[in-house]
């Protein structure tokens, strides 16, 4: 470990960084977006580890999200979007676990979601915005009222005012600000002094890991701090952010990474049908993470030909030709 | 005859709303590929842009969801959510997004979160996503849809985004200061909104199709007085969108054996 002195006491391996940081009950929230950049590596061993009655709070998510409440971690659910864009249009365990009443949920939007994130960056109680009015959005509340009394959970949805800088009527949403007990991203970069790089579009992760008490950011490597303070604009997060460092080489998979990987097809297929019958689900979870020793085991699994095939043209930044079918 | 598949004759009939200029919020499927069919054929200077944040990506190849690696290669820009939003609300900009939903009602409003009861859906969908907040903030909104009775229903089972609310200036009076349902393209023909009273009439019928079907398809009754036939797609505009905009074929799909129904 003192290869990297500056960090050495935030790297770590899978298992410590959820242990240490990911409790049962705990707030989480997760970074990417859909089939994109989803801390995978971290949700597996979440699951792993048998986490439960996680409140997860979401933007637009996909494969994580639907692993992690698939395997009965999540006890409550804020979210805007549940869906692996043509893959699934709807995730089908979280389709599956709100029909089946097994978890608690509350609706927003994707805006509405990230200026939650944000306020609670900006140390602000709250956020204005025009997005939800005249939507259900605003007219269901999710969360029973005993929910409402918990550290973390709002003590309502939303609220609405009167623009007070206006003498005409005009109305505004107000939102609660989050602030999550963890939030966990995958990078493509973490430089050897805690500096975190997101290649790509950053999404809601950056407003998502400041909004939080503790971080985790998984990353396909660790570089050396004169290449990540050379062209610092290309930065998303300084040093003190973080928490634990994980490095995880394709640990987004079988989602995305810029510039790194694209995502796979054939996983996310495999996965949705597997998906959709409770028997074949269980036994996904056995064979993809219950049952795999190491990463290197999963990535084995997941084989060299698929490595290769989803392997991002460098310069293009994913994996021109794939077959996406 | 000319063979087209629905997807491709939505594409091409939505596309022809964009103008040069305009900045364009896509979605997937349907949505993407009209957005670059714009783009490619009648509006070469309108921009497209996703949710994600990812601003004009050179779309060499479809995406397949809008955090797709696709929509952060060639770019002018790539950020993230909160930037997203505030292209698509600005004042400055004219923003036409795509979207889709399961249900529709006369006044263009949207449900993309359940059928049945919200607490115990019958069945859950996605959920609003950016949804809600293009349906706010947006010059206008043109949504995809199957058409289909069940679909085109007098009541949403959920309102997850805002068309002309309850029509006439009801909109308005909710404090939103623009945007509103400016189309709607099916797989049968495309709708559109009186002025005044904000309720959906029919304006295109699809070659092949008849009046009959549409308002046998619709949930509650339809103007049909201003219905024209569509124009049917040239040979060059399908084979840019087969050869340029989607050349996998991916949401193209297969052209039909028989002309359009």
Request: hydrophobic share 40%.
């Amino acid at each position: 470990m003192n290869r990297y002195p500056e960090i050495a006491d935030r790297l770590m391996g899978l298992d410590e960084a959820v242990s240490r940081f990911v409790k049962n009950g705990c707030q989480l929230a997760i970074g990417g977006f859909t089939i994109t950049r989803n801390p995978m590596a971290v949700a597996y061993e979440i699951v792993r580890q048998r986490v439960k009655d996680i409140h997860l709070v979401c933007h637009s998510h996909g494969q994580a999200l639907d692993v992690l409440v698939g395997a009965g971690c999540v006890g409550r659910l804020e979210i805007a979007y549940g869906g692996n864009g043509r893959y699934a249009p709807t995730c089908v365990r979280f389709k599956k676990a709100i029909q089946r009443s097994e978890i608690q949920f509350e609706d927003y939007s994707n805006y509405q979601m990230s200026l939650r994130f944000l306020a609670g960056a900006l140390s602000i109680p709250f956020i204005p915005t025009k997005s939800g009015l005249g939507s259900d959005l605003m007219n269901y509340e999710g969360f029973p009222a005993e929910v409402r009394k918990e550290e973390k959970v709002a003590s309502r949805k939303y609220a609405k005012m009167a623009n007070p800088f206006s003498e005409d009527w005009d109305e505004v949403v107000l939102l609660p600000a989050l602030t999550p007990d963890v939030t966990i991203l995958h990078a493509q970069y973490v430089g050897d002094d805690g500096t975190v790089r997101i290649k790509g579009l950053t999404f809601a992760d950056i407003e998502q890991a400041k909004a939080a008490d503790r971080v985790i950011i998984t990353c396909e490597d660790i570089v050396p701090r004169s290449f990540i303070r050379t062209d610092p604009d290309q930065n998303s997060l300084p040093p003190f952010f973080v928490d634990a460092i994980v490095k995880v080489p394709y640990g987004a998979h079988p989602t995305a990474c810029y510039g790194f990987y694209d995502y796979d097809p054939k996983h996310l297929n495999l996965y949705r049908k597997m998906a959709e019958d409770d028997t074949l689900f269980t036994e996904y979870l056995d064979e993809w993470v219950y049952g795999v020793g190491s990463w290197e085991d999963y990535l084995t699994k997941v084989g060299m030909e698929m490595i290769l095939k989803i392997k991002a043209n460098p310069v293009i930044g994913y994996a021109p030709g794939l077959d996406r079918k | 005859m000319i063979r087209y598949s629905d997807n491709e004759m939505m594409a091409l009939a939505a596309g022809r709303f964009i103008k040069d200029g305009d900045i364009v919020f896509a979605g997937t499927g349907v949505s993407i590929l009209a957005a670059t069919a714009a783009k490619r054929i009648f509006a070469p200077k309108a921009v497209i842009f996703f949710e994600t944040g990812g601003i004009d990506p050179s779309l060499d190849e479809i995406p397949m969801a809008v955090a797709d690696l696709r929509v952060m290669a060639g770019t002018s820009l790539n950020s993230g959510l909160i930037e997203a939003f505030s292209i698509v609300g600005h004042r400055k900009l004219h923003t036409v997004a795509f979207l889709g939903a399961a249900q529709i009602d006369r006044y263009g409003n949207l449900n993309t979160t359940c059928i049945g009861d919200y607490f115990r859906p019958k069945t859950r969908f996605s959920g609003s996503g950016g949804a809600c907040d293009v349906a706010t903030f947006a010059s206008g909104v043109i949504t995809f849809m199957q058409h289909e009775k069940r679909r085109f229903v007098e009541k949403l089972d959920y309102l997850t985004s805002v068309g002309w609310y309850e029509g006439g200036d009801s909109r308005k009076e909710l404090g939103l200061r623009r945007g509103g349902a400016l189309a709607v393209v099916t797989n049968l023909g495309v709708l559109r909104f009186h002025e005044e009273t904000k309720e959906m009439y029919l304006a295109e019928y699809f070659p092949g199709v008849t009046i009959e079907k549409i308002v046998e398809s619709t949930g509650f009754p339809i103007d049909t007085s201003m219905a024209v036939e569509a124009e049917t797609p040239t040979p060059g505009e399908l084979q840019i969108l087969r050869e340029e905009v989607d050349p996998q074929r991916l949401i193209c799909q297969a052209v039909l054996e028989t002309p359009q129904k």
